[in-house]
Structure formats: C-alpha cells, structure tokens
C-alpha cells in the first residue's frame, strides 16, 4: 500500500504551491488546485479503506501496516523519532473522515468564500490543515503525533484568524492557540514520562501488550498516584485541550469567527476530535495500566457534555449553537472511550464512540455547511434575524432538518446507531451514568430543534433582500453530507472498528433505544410547541429561571474565571513583578555596562587625532625608549 | 683632501660611511615628523630608505668582501621604493583631487 504516501505529500505541495504563487493566479485556479488535490487523496482514502478492510485480515484480527517507518532523529540506541504511516482500523476510518469532510468543505468553499480576499490563502491553510490531521491519524509514534498535533494547532490558528483585519478575529485565534499550547505541555510531558520508562516512541511496541515494555515502572509513583497514571493523565490533558473538555473548553465557541467552512472542518467534524483520536490510539494502555484515569475522563467527558448542553440550550448565535453541541457530543465520544472495557463486548464503549466520531463528523459538517449557507443568505449570526427560511432555502431546510434528526437520535438516521451503542455502554458502566447521557441527549435534541425551528419556522424577520437558495458548489456538499448522514448508521460499524480490531456484531439494546428515542421525541415536540409558532412562553421561562438562563448565556462564567485568574491574578502578582526584575534588574546591569564603556571611550578619544605625524612622533619616542632599556638595562 | 685620496685610493674608513647613513636616515625622519606637504613626506621616506641601502654595501663590502648578497639586496630595495614611489605618488594625486590639498594636517576625514 506505498501509494498512501501519496495522500500526505500531496495536499503538503497543494499548500507549498498555493502559498507561494500567492495572489499570482487568478483565485479559480487555485481553488481548483485545492479541491482537485483533495478530490485526488479522497479517492485514495477510500482506496485505501477498501485494500485494508478487505485485505489485511488475519485470523479474524485487522493487522496492523506499516508502509512507511523512516528513522528521522536519533537519540539513544532505543530513543528515536520515525516518521512514517501506520494504517489500523481507527486510522483507516479516520482517513476516510478526514478527507471526505474536507473535500465537502473545498467544494463548498468555492462558493462561500469565493468573493473574499485572500481566497488563495484560504486554500493554503486548508491544504496545509488537511496534511497536518492526516499526519496526526496516520502517525506511527507518539512524537510523529506530537509534532502533526502542533501543525494542526497552527493551522488551526491561521484559520480562525483569517478575517485577520477584525480584532475579534484575532483575539480569538490567539486564544485557541494559547488555550490548546497550554494543554499540549501536559501532552509532551506525558509523552516524556512515557517514553522515559518505556523507551520507546512507537505505538506499536507502547500498545503491544507486552507488560516487559513498563516493566520499569512497576511500584514507581509520585505523589501517591503511579506513574502510567500520572503519564496517561498529562497525555489526556492534552487531548481535553484539543477536543474542548471541561475546563479547557473556552477557546472553541470562540473559534467561530473564522469563516463558516473552516468551523466545518476544523472545529466541528476532525481537529477537535483529535483527543478522542488520541485516547482511542492509547486506548490499550489507558485499560491496562489506567483504568482510573480512564474513569476519570468519562466523568469529565459526561460533565462537560452536560455542561455544554445547557449553555447550548440559551445560546442565540447560531454558530455557537453548533459549538456548544460539538462540545458536547465530544463530551459524549469521551464517555464511550472511559466506559468501554477491552474486546468483545466489553469493547463496545469503544466502538461507539469510534462510530459516534465518524457519523458526528458527518452530520455536524453538514450543520455547519448549512448554518454557513444560512449566514451568506442573511449576512447575520443571530437566531432572531432568522425564522421562516424554509420557503426561501428548500435544500438548506432539509438538510438541515435530516442532521437534526441525525444529532437528536432518531432512527433511522445514523446518529441514532452510534448514540445509542454509547448509551447502552454507559448504562453497562453504571445506570447513573446512562441516566445521566439519555438526559443530555433529550437535552440535544431540544437545542437542535430550537435551533431549527427558529432559523427555518417561526416569525418571518424583515431581509433586506429576499434570502435565495446557495449555489450549486455549496448545495452539493450539503446533499452528500446528508446523503451519507442518512445511511452511515447502516454501516456494520463492529466489523471494521472495535477495541480489539476483531469483528463484533452489533446489537440494537431495544430497552435503550426506546427510551432514548422517546426522550428524543418529547424533546423534539417540547421544541415545536416552543418555537415552532413564535410563542411568549421561552420569554416567560428565561424570566423565571432568569439566574439560571444568565448563566448559562454567560457559559457560566468560565471565561470570567479565566480573565480574572489571569489577568488579576498571573499578571499582577508574577508578571509585573517579573517585568520590573527584568527593566530595573537585567536590562539596568546590561545599560550600566555599556554606558561605562561608553563614558570611557569618549575619554580616551582625543588619542585618535587622525594625525599622521602625530602618530609617528609617539612611535618614534616609544622606539627610543625601547632602545635606551635595551641598552640600559 | 685627505678624505678625498682615500676615497679615491678605496681605503675610507668605515664610520664615514656609517655616520653619512645616520644623518641621512634622521633627516628622514625629522623631515617626515616636521614637513607638512605629502610630497615632502614622501621624499623623507626615500631617504630613509636610501640610508638602510648604504648600510647594506657598507656592511656587505667590510664585513663580507667578495659576496654580493647586500648588493642585490640593495637593487631590489631601490626597484621596489620605485614601485612604492609610484603607488604612494597616485594616492597623493588621488587625495588632491578630493581635498584640493596636500597638506597631511588636513587629512582627518576617518577620524570620527
């Protein structure tokens, strides 16, 4: 399977090309560029999908390949970083994800952002984004990742701060990027702790099973906790950074001031699950040597999920609408991953939330497309500039509606299949557990459909033109998108992804399925009296509950949190204190050397008289005096 | 007239030609400390250097009688103060052309 290397080098060249002729080539070209590029490694993504799905199975088992391993830095004889692709089924189906979602989005991009400036930019970044997630899922050890994770976060970061001339813009993009470097330390030092029992990078030797690889760290702990625990946990902080868990989730609803597209692709359907991706790949040493880091971040995963629902519910722009969802159902994924054991059914945990992550990525793309589509009609964010679009956005409306579905959990559309395995395991886990992700999927289902009922029915705003139909480059990637959100959940997901890369055969809990989908369906209908028909009665309940209603508007003040620990707290106490040492203390020692110097060579400067004879006359005077000790002495 | 006879007859002594070179190289250098025109400058370098030659064939024709070494030497010396000669005589033009001077008390241009 050499040809895989294919679909890291060339979106890599697609942005070293685009980047460099810059705003040479009329915009339409490099568009095509971009989206042919994507459409050329999506092909090979499902290439590669069928090979390795039908190919490299033995004895029941996915093998594991490894076309490519290349020794990059060497540091000790076990110590070294590789380059190179690792293709086992999560990394497969996170190709498939990857590409397919991108290729939606490029298409979609030439129409949303056709009249922008900067369009080849834009095409960079995205090619450039694109290699760096495929480099992150394909990587054959735990450094390749970390430096692929990296990219990722600046890609991330050129992109949400695209519109770079708005101040929020930027502000946001710094934030995600602060946010999430700050998370990435726990990353590296986990990943430093790791390797430094271990002695190795390579995921293949770290998740093998052989317990002679952490042999060394038998009865070793720091503070009372072990130190796999202590190396696993840093390494989810990491992960909790990417993906937005609680409380490092701040940055995300932010992040939305990029452009529509790119909180598709980035915020939505692949950067942010890259914590998931990155719990999934450790998965066999978080259950083996962790368990209770692995409980851990399915009680943090549970909490933010229910954390973010709520805020979602009182939100009124709707990208952010979307946000608080994706965090949630992130939180949801996390949940599958701290719930799941290991093989068989045991493993299901992990399996639905490989399967939640694949069919998320799908319907929260198309939310966003859609959401995207309804902002270029309207030019505004906000819910209530909305409201009776249906007749003017046919295709947006069902769309929209069919990832609703999806997201809500209704069957058959596949959101239903993948939440319901992830319920079913929570409920295994234990029944609060389940209790508790049944309630925050009625509450999602409730914010969709809020949030559906009040862009496509409800009270008609005044346009200033009349809102039409996106063209045919945006519609295409929404039809798709829905077209693969209605059948995905049909996929014999347990064949292709499970814990112990052996088949499993799903089975529908119809006791869980049945309350989740009647929980769903109140929600839904608790939504349509609510806001299908503009009504008084959310405005009565938010003056009701009106404490709780502001805050969860305010996200519970978390942000505040955040500004006052920083801003009172970090910058008065260490940093000004800090900044005076180094003006008063640093810089004064360096000045006060090179005024001396300074005051010095003003005194002796008159030697230098620039006089010939001058000069000759002392030389002269020194050769004699030489001369008369010479002889003299 | 003695001095003469001598010097015809090739016996002079040593230190005349000694004490010729000696006043010869200080009025170099007291022309090259006190004159201020380059070109005097330069000619009090010649002399100089002409006083370092005589030294040469004096030693050469008392310490070493029938070798050549300090003769040859000496033809070289008066070849290459040619060639500085020259070299220094195209930086003086050169100065001239800028300053519209050769005085060397105005060639102060480097010093700050």
């Known amino acids: 399977m050499q040809y895989t290397l294919l679909i890291l080098v060339l979106p890599l060249l697609s942005f070293i090309v685009l980047g460099l002729v810059d705003s040479k080539w009329s915009p339409k070209v490099a568009g095509t560029i971009g989206t042919l590029v994507l459409g050329i490694i999506t092909a090979l ?10 190919m490299h199975q033995v004895a029941g088992v996915y093998e594991k390949v490894i076309p490519y391993n290349i020794e990059w830095l060497r540091f000790t004889e076990f110590l070294h970083i590789n380059l190179g692709i690792l293709l086992d089924p999560i990394s497969v189906m996170m190709l498939v994800v990857i590409t397919t979602v991108s290729f939606m989005v490029n298409i979609y991009s030439l129409g949303y952002m056709v009249n922008e400036k900067g369009f080849e930019r834009y095409y960079a970044f995205l090619s450039l984004f694109t290699f760096s997630m ?24 050129l992109l949400i701060g695209f519109y770079y001339t708005k101040p929020s813009a930027v502000a946001a993009a ?28 390579d995921f293949g030797i770290l998740t093998s099973g052989n317990p002679s690889v952490f042999a060394s760290t038998v009865g070793v702990s720091f503070m009372g906790v072990s130190v796999m625990s202590w190396a696993l946990g840093l390494i989810f902080i990491g992960g909790a950074g990417k993906s937005a868990m609680f409380p490092l989730q701040i940055w995300l609803p932010d992040a939305m001031e990029g452009p529509t597209p790119v909180s598709a692709l980035i915020h939505a359907a692949t950067m942010v699950v890259a914590g998931v991706y990155l719990v999934a790949r450790l998965f066999p040493l978080y259950i083996v040597y962790a368990p209770d880091v692995l409980h851990g971040i399915a009680y943090v995963g549970a909490f933010t999920s229910l954390f973010a629902a709520v805020i979602a519910v009182v939100q009124t722009d709707i990208k952010r609408v979307l946000a608080f969802s994706t965090i949630s159902q992130i939180g949801f994924m996390m949940v599958g991953l701290g719930v799941s054991g290991n093989g068989g059914h045991e493993g299901l945990g992990y399996m639905a939330s490989m399967f939640h992550l694949f069919t998320h990525a799908m319907f929260k793309a198309l939310l966003f497309l859609g959401a995207g589509s309804v902002i270029h009609a309207v030019h505004s964010n906000e819910m209530n500039h909305m409201g009776g679009l249906r007749k003017y956005m046919p295709i947006t409306n069902w769309t929209f509606l069919i990832a609703c579905l999806a997201i809500a959990g209704i069957p058959p559309f596949s959101g239903f299949f993948s939440k319901d395995e992830i319920l079913s395991a929570c409920y295994e886990f234990s029944p609060y557990m389940g209790v508790t992700m049944t309630i925050i999927a009625g509450l999602t289902a409730f914010y969709m459909f809020r949030l559906y009922f009040n862009i496509f029915w409800g009270k008609e705003h005044k346009h200033e033109h009349t809102p039409h139909e996106s063209g045919f480059a945006m519609a295409l990637p929404l039809v798709f998108l829905a077209t693969v959100t209605v059948f995905a959940g049909f996929i014999p997901f347990g064949h292709f992804v499970t814990s112990d890369r052996a088949n499993y055969n799903i089975e529908l809990d119809t006791v869980v399925a049945s309350i989740s989908v009647l929980v769903a369906a109140c929600s839904i209908a608790l939504a349509t009296i609510l806001y ?21 508007s305010h ?35 360096m000045n006060g050397m090179a005024g001396t110097t300074q005051w010095f060579s003003l005194k002796i400067k008159s030697f230098q008289s620039g006089q010939v004879q001058q000069y000759a006359y002392v030389f002269l005077l020194g050769t004699l005096a030489i001369a008369l000790m010479v002889i003299f002495i | 007239m003695e001095l003469i006879t001598n010097f015809l007859s090739g016996s002079v002594q ?27 400058i330069l000619i009090s370098i010649e002399l100089m250097l002409n006083a370092a030659d005589i030294n040469f064939v004096v030693f050469n024709r008392y310490l070493y009688p029938g070798h050549l070494e300090g003769f040859y030497f000496t033809l070289f010396t008066i070849a290459i103060a040619a060639c500085e000669t020259a070299v220094a005589i ?23």
């Open chain 1, 45 to 54: 993504s499902y290439l590669t999908a069928w090979e390795y799905f039908s």
């Open chain 1, 134 to 157: 495929l480099g992150l899922v394909v990587a054959t050890n735990i450094f390749q990742m970390y430096i692929f994770w990296e990219l990722v976060g600046v890609s991330s970061y």
């Open chain 1, 174 to 201: 710094k934030k995600a990027f602060i946010v999430t470097r700050f998370a990435d330390l726990g990353f590296l030092i986990g990943i430093l702790v790791l390797s430094f029992y271990s002695k190795t990078f």
């Open chain 1, 532 to 552: 299908r028909k503009e009504s008084a009665v959310p405005k009565k309940l938010a003056t009701t509950f009106s404490g709780l209603h502001s805050a969860a």
């Open chain 1, 555 to 589: 996200r519970f003040y978390i942000d505040e949190v955040y500004l006052f620990i920083t801003k009172k707290i970090i910058f008065n106490n260490i940093s000004k204190p800090l900044a005076w040492f180094d003006r008063h203390v640093i810089d004064a020692s």
């Open chain 2, 14 to 40: 040593i230190e005349a030609y000694l004490g010729l070179s000696l006043i010869m190289f200080f009025a170099g250098i007291y022309g090259f400390l006190s004159r201020k025109s380059l070109l005097m």
């Open chain 2, 90 to 112: 195209a930086i003086i033009i050169n100065i001239y052309r800028n300053l519209n001077s050769v005085e060397v008390g105005n060639l102060d241009e480097m010093k700050e």
